[in-house]
């Protein structure tokens, strides 16, 4: 008889839960929500915060790295530049501006653009 007492007890306690619960849900409810509804805002708020910061954060280092790039690409069109002025000076110590200018300038076949059956697939 035991085994039956014991459902016997659980049916009419969670039978008092249930209607209990009926009871203060519209109570309960409201209370829950306006705690819950802040709390939410707050964290929709932070994450666009976070999310504009990590934009900003993102376009600054762009930003950084373009002026890398800038800086690297004026680098070597300078020592281009040296080299080609330094190349010119030892053609024309070496004997004449006819070879200076030679040495100087690449050749035009370099100079010129390929055409579209010589470019590379």
Request: glycine share 10%; hydrophobic share 50%.
């Given at each position: 008889?035991?085994?039956?007492?014991?459902?016997k007890?659980?049916?009419?306690?969670?039978?008092?839960?249930?209607?209990?619960?009926?009871?203060?849900?519209?109570?309960?409810?409201?209370?829950?929500?306006?705690?819950?509804?802040?709390?939410?805002?707050?964290?929709?708020?932070?994450?666009?915060?976070?999310?504009?910061?990590?934009?900003?954060?993102?376009?600054?280092?762009?930003?950084?790295?373009?002026?890398?790039?800038?800086?690297?690409?004026?680098?070597?069109s300078?020592?281009?530049?040296?080299?080609?002025?330094?190349?010119?000076?030892?053609?024309?110590?070496?004997?004449?501006t006819?070879?200076?200018?030679?040495?100087?300038?690449?050749?035009?076949?370099?100079?010129?653009?390929?055409?579209?059956?010589?470019?590379?697939?």
């Amino acid at each position: 008889m035991g085994l039956i007492d014991d459902v016997k007890e659980n049916a009419v306690s969670g039978l008092i839960i249930g209607i209990g619960a009926a009871i203060l849900a519209p109570v309960i409810l409201p209370i829950l929500a306006s705690i819950a509804r802040p709390l939410a805002k707050g964290a929709i708020k932070g994450g666009i915060m976070l999310y504009e910061k990590g934009k900003e954060t993102v376009a600054e280092t762009g930003e950084m790295l373009e002026d890398l790039v800038a800086e690297v690409k004026s680098e070597l069109s300078e020592e281009q530049q040296a080299a080609m002025a330094s190349a010119a000076a030892a053609a024309a110590t070496a004997g004449g501006t006819g070879q200076a200018a030679a040495a100087a300038e690449p050749p035009e076949e370099v100079m010129q653009p390929l055409s579209e059956s010589e470019a590379p697939a």
